[in-house]
């Protein structure tokens, strides 16, 4: 699975859905050779959080305010 070589591969998978590290997750994805998988998986499954270096729909924290 293409995960599985990601860059970001054995973080915090919470810091790609706190908005207070939305800055140090799409860091990760920088020179990540795999953004356009990234990018189709967060499209296809309607995600939000950080993928491939872009924030996605609405996050959690965000919906209350």
């Known amino acids: 699975e293409w995960k599985l070589q990601a ?8 810091i ?8 140090l997750a799409k860091s990760f994805c920088d020179g990540c050779p795999l953004r ?8 296809r499954g309607n995600e939000y959080g950080v993928w491939a270096g872009k924030v ?4 959690p ?3 209350a305010a």
């Open 36 to 43: 356009r998988p990234c990018h189709i998986a967060a499209r």
């Open 7 to 14: 860059a970001c591969r054995g973080e915090p998978v919470q």
């Open 61 to 63: 924290d965000e919906e």
């Open 16 to 23: 790609f859905y706190d908005p207070g590290y939305l800055e």
């Open 56 to 59: 996605w729909n609405i996050l």
